[in-house]
């Protein structure tokens, strides 16, 4: 059974830097995208940065690119995301899941997920 644990999140100001990791530590799963995505309460989660398997697969949400960095470590099992120039609105848990990549980002709807790890950026 595939486990995602997630770390790195904390509370920091705004402009400041976080790096978030994800590592499976559960079974060997087959899937050929690892993604980063943040839910606030009472807003849709939202997909923030996604890596495929093969090369070149990444995606990033327009809110982020230039700032934030999705990379992955070898043998594919963990994943991290480096945020830089935190701004208040990155505020949200941080979740890590796997999926399928389907339409130019990672679909993990029907793959497995972590519990999050919350970012709190303060102005």
């Known amino acids: 059974q595939v486990q995602l644990v997630e770390s790195g999140g904390d509370s920091v100001q705004a402009g400041g830097s976080l790096k978030l990791s994800c590592t499976n530590i559960?079974?060997?799963?087959?899937?050929?995208?690892m993604g980063w995505f943040r839910q606030t309460p009472g807003k849709e989660r939202e997909g923030v940065a996604h890596i495929g398997t093969g090369e070149g697969r990444i995606w990033y949400a327009e809110s982020v690119k230039g700032r934030f960095t999705i990379s992955q470590a070898n043998p594919k099992s963990t994943v991290y995301l480096q945020m830089n120039n935190l701004k208040p609105e990155d505020t949200a848990m941080y979740y890590c899941?796997?999926?399928?990549?389907?339409?130019?980002?990672?679909?993990?709807?029907?793959?497995?997920w972590g519990q999050g790890t919350q970012v709190t950026v303060s102005s």
């Open positions: 899941a796997v999926g399928g990549w389907y339409g130019g980002r990672c679909d993990a709807t029907f793959g497995a």
């Open positions: 559960g079974s060997w799963y087959s899937s050929n995208c």
